[in-house]
């Protein structure tokens, strides 16, 4: 059962109220999908972080990563999720056994991010990066990236980037799993992470952790029953239980960790998806 494992979520965003009061205004006047907007569209949120805690230790979660994500309107052209370091660093000062930081990227201000990201790891202990690229209407093989990917391999963490479709009202062929291969092809030692699965391109990402040293995949923002066959075989095999991640993106813990439980995984390839490739992948 997972109850047995102290999970570790690896993505998810800051949950106060007024950050969510600040994202859902933001969203006024961009493009809903059809999809985000059947789900209600909005990022859940806890009155205080010890709530926050107490839900977690409810379900057994022992860390949670929580990310600076900085999201581009397509439409508007204007940064609508735009989370300042203050904004993570409370979490990770405050509860630093209990919640993970990883820093967030704008391709249009690389030399601002760049130090941001100094300062994030160096001083505050941050793990990573996180990534969003949809918005921006660059492909995340874009030279703009490059500088991120340099400075990642530099500081040795890893980047984890969202892959596949997106639920907010922006082209999702910038997102394709199969730009990994470009960026690993050209940073080999570069540690990433293929987060929400890449679906519909569920293949091309598990393609590329077959042919990559270094490129992980995330099983986050869907809850595990619907996960593809394809990447439920992938999460138990030989070459791919080291190599996948467990995470909610803002989905409840307990029942997705319940699913999880009812993937038929081998203890080992369970143990490592909740907490154990995280640990390694991000020196925890």
């Known amino acids: 059962m997972a109850k047995d494992i102290k999970a570790i979520d690896f993505m998810y965003y800051v949950a106060t109220p007024e950050f ?4 859902t205004e933001g969203k006024k006047g961009e493009l809903i999908c059809r999809m985000e907007r059947a789900l209600g569209g909005s990022l859940p949120s806890f009155e205080s972080m010890e709530a926050m805690i107490r839900q977690m230790d409810e379900a057994n979660v022992d860390k949670v990563f929580i990310t600076q994500t900085k999201m581009w309107s397509y439409r508007n052209r204007w940064m609508y999720m735009d989370t300042k370091l203050e904004e993570v660093t409370q979490y990770t000062q405050k509860y630093p056994q209990r919640f993970v930081g990883l820093a967030g990227y704008n391709p249009f201000r690389i030399p601002e991010s760049l130090q941001e990201i100094e300062v994030a790891v160096k001083q505050y202990g941050f793990k990573g990066v996180y990534v969003h690229i949809y918005g921006f209407d660059i492909p995340l093989s874009d030279r703009k990236m490059y500088p991120l990917f340099a400075k990642c391999v530099e500081l040795d963490i890893p980047v984890s980037m969202q892959v596949g479709h997106v639920l907010e009202g922006m082209p ?6 199969a730009y990994l291969d470009q960026i690993a092809s050209d940073f080999p030692t570069l540690k990433m992470v293929g987060a929400h699965t890449g679906w519909p391109w569920v293949e091309e ?24 066959p394809e990447l439920v075989q992938f999460v138990g095999s030989r070459l791919g239980h080291e190599r996948c991640l467990w995470g909610t993106n803002g989905l409840p813990w307990k029942p997705s960790l319940d699913q999880v439980d009812q993937l038929g995984l081998r203890d080992e390839a369970r143990r490592n998806l909740l907490a154990d490739n995280a640990i390694r992948l991000f020196k925890l």
């Open 205 to 228: 990402l598990i393609s590329c952790c077959y042919k990559w040293e270094n490129i992980y995949i995330g099983i986050d923002a869907w809850m595990p029953k619907y996960l593809k």
């Open 172 to 177: 999702s062929e910038h997102g394709r799993p």
């Open 20 to 23: 969510i009061a600040r994202w």
